[in-house]
């Protein structure tokens, strides 16, 4: 039978609202620009604005180190400690991130003692009132640094005496500008394994920024100030200890959502080395990585098109290609598991998993255990497409695609609507 799209399972705990997904906007001007890199295969947003507009409207990709939603903390529990809100993490959890803190200073090239002296720094208490004193610098180090170039004898006024031109000051070093430490501090690691300089704004999403604090510069709930964490024993016990290693959170996109984001609405540019890549080169890119990005992609276009929100990662669970979502996976269950076939004019075609009865009975009865509705998305390449018309993607419009829901029947349940007629 043709699919009949049915109201999906409404979720029982919703912690946020709706936002309408990105517009399609012929105005150059109104339309949203994102940016994205393509590396080792996989297609990632640094940017933290970028990250938050690009999932929140639309549910576009996943967190490279959260389930879904691109919101990893290193602790999900906070406290207030003496005016400071920090995350509270246990000693177990902080030694396991002295462990890889150490792993990237030895990849670094440091000896064995540097390691170790790095790691026993990092590892005492720290005073309450050093991490104010280090903050107020956090927040002050760049004016009064920009202050003494200015007063500085041979700088003319911020101009460089070799080059002649301005001082830059985004070209001060970001460890500089993102720790203010000591001589003392040179060998923390706290920032020495911060990430680049244009990727550090990805840790400033402030998820608890409306707790009430003391202090009057509050810390960075995601990594407060250079970094702090409230180590807890089990006990009754709080040090506060530098957090020797920062994590990043990156949104990744699928291939389909990536090329959607460009092709279709316009507001992405996927860079790869630098580079800019054209809508054509990023199409025939991705079709050398996957044989069947085309008929992914038009499915994937096809349920947008109609309102749906697909997840390809998803659906690896379940054995099928897709799962389609109604407005999103904050609010609704899947509704549909998608299989995604490609055939002729005449529904012939060799499937990329063959399903025979006894397999095809197995996958639907995996997607009725789990409250879903099994799907074939067929695509349907018309015998007069040529192999040279499949290097571009406006191949898509001759491409036509037909819905088949696959239903188990269940004879005790047919039984008893008849006896009810």
């Given at each position: 039978m043709?699919?009949?799209?049915r109201?999906?399972r ?33 297609v990632l947003?640094?940017h ?11 549910y576009f990709?996943k ?10 903390s ?5 406290e207030?400690?003496e005016?400071?809100?920090?995350p509270?993490v246990?000693?177990?959890r902080?030694?396991e991130?002295l462990?890889?803190?150490g792993?990237v200073?030895?990849a670094?090239g440091l000896?064995?003692d540097a ?22 610098g956090g927040e002050n180090?760049q004016?009064r ?5 200015e007063?500085?004898p041979?700088?003319e ?6 080059t002649k031109?301005?001082?830059d000051?985004s070209?001060?070093e970001?460890?500089?500008k993102?720790?203010?430490r000591?001589e003392s501090?040179d060998?923390?690691?706290v920032c020495?394994?911060s990430?680049s ?5 990805d ?11 003391d202090?009057?510069c509050?810390?960075d709930p995601l990594v407060p100030?250079?970094g702090f964490?409230l ?8 040090e506060v200890r ?5 994590l990043t959170e990156?949104?990744?996109l699928s291939?389909?959502?990536?090329f959607?984001?460009?092709?279709s ?5 996927v860079?790869l080395?630098q580079e800019?890549?054209s809508i ?14 085309i008929?992914?992609y ?10 749906w929100v ?5 659906g690896?669970k ?6 389609l979502?109604?407005?999103?996976p904050?609010f609704?269950h899947?509704s549909y598991s998608?299989?995604?076939?490609r055939?002729d004019d005449?529904f ?5 998993r063959p399903f025979s009865?006894?397999?095809?009975a197995?996958?639907?009865r995996i997607?009725s255990?789990v409250s ?5 998305c067929?695509?349907i390449?018309?015998a007069n497409l ?5 290097d571009s993607p406006?191949c898509l419009?001759?491409l036509k695609?037909q ?10 349940r047919?039984r008893?609507?008849q006896?009810?007629i």
């Amino acid at each position: 039978m043709q699919a009949e799209f049915r109201a999906p399972r409404r979720r029982t705990r919703v912690y946020e609202e709706y936002e309408a997904p990105l517009p399609v906007s012929r105005d150059a001007e109104e339309k949203s620009h994102f940016r994205a890199e393509f590396i080792n295969q996989h297609v990632l947003v640094h940017h933290p604005d970028h990250i938050h507009k690009i999932h929140n409207q639309g549910y576009f990709g996943k967190g490279i180190l959260s389930r879904a939603r691109p919101d990893h903390s290193i602790s999900d529990q906070w406290e207030q400690h003496e005016g400071l809100m920090l995350p509270v993490v246990t000693q177990s959890r902080y030694e396991e991130l002295l462990s890889w803190a150490g792993s990237v200073l030895y990849a670094q090239g440091l000896d064995e003692d540097a390691v170790n002296q790095t790691l026993l720094g990092l590892s005492q208490p720290v005073d309450v009132e050093d991490v104010r004193r280090e903050m107020e610098g956090g927040e002050n180090g760049q004016r009064r640094e920009k202050e003494v170039k200015e007063e500085e004898p041979g700088t003319e006024g911020g101009v460089c005496p070799q080059t002649k031109r301005p001082l830059d000051e985004s070209k001060v070093e970001p460890e500089t500008k993102r720790c203010n430490r000591s001589e003392s501090q040179d060998l923390n690691p706290v920032c020495d394994l911060s990430p680049s300089s244009d990727q550090e704004s990805d840790s400033n999403h402030d998820p608890t920024s409306d707790s009430d604090s003391d202090s009057d510069c509050d810390p960075d709930p995601l990594v407060p100030g250079p970094g702090f964490v409230l180590v807890s024993d089990g006990e009754e016990v709080r040090e506060v200890r530098r957090c020797p290693l920062t994590l990043t959170e990156y949104l990744q996109l699928s291939l389909e959502e990536a090329f959607f984001l460009v092709y279709s609405l316009g507001c992405l540019s996927v860079y790869l080395n630098q580079e800019p890549l054209s809508i054509l080169q990023l199409w025939q890119t991705f079709r050398s990585l996957r044989p069947d990005f085309i008929s992914s992609y038009a499915a994937y276009q096809h349920f947008r098109s109609k309102g749906w929100v697909p997840k390809t990662g998803g659906g690896a669970k379940y054995g099928v290609d897709l799962m389609l979502y109604r407005k999103g996976p904050p609010f609704y269950h899947a509704s549909y598991s998608v299989v995604i076939e490609r055939v002729d004019d005449e529904f012939r075609g060799s499937g990329l998993r063959p399903f025979s009865w006894c397999s095809l009975a197995a996958l639907n009865r995996i997607t009725s255990n789990v409250s879903k509705e099994l799907m074939f998305c067929y695509i349907i390449y018309p015998a007069n497409l040529s192999e040279v018309e499949l290097d571009s993607p406006a191949c898509l419009s001759k491409l036509k695609v037909q819905e088949v829901i696959v239903s188990r029947w269940v004879s005790s349940r047919e039984r008893a609507e008849q006896d009810n007629i």
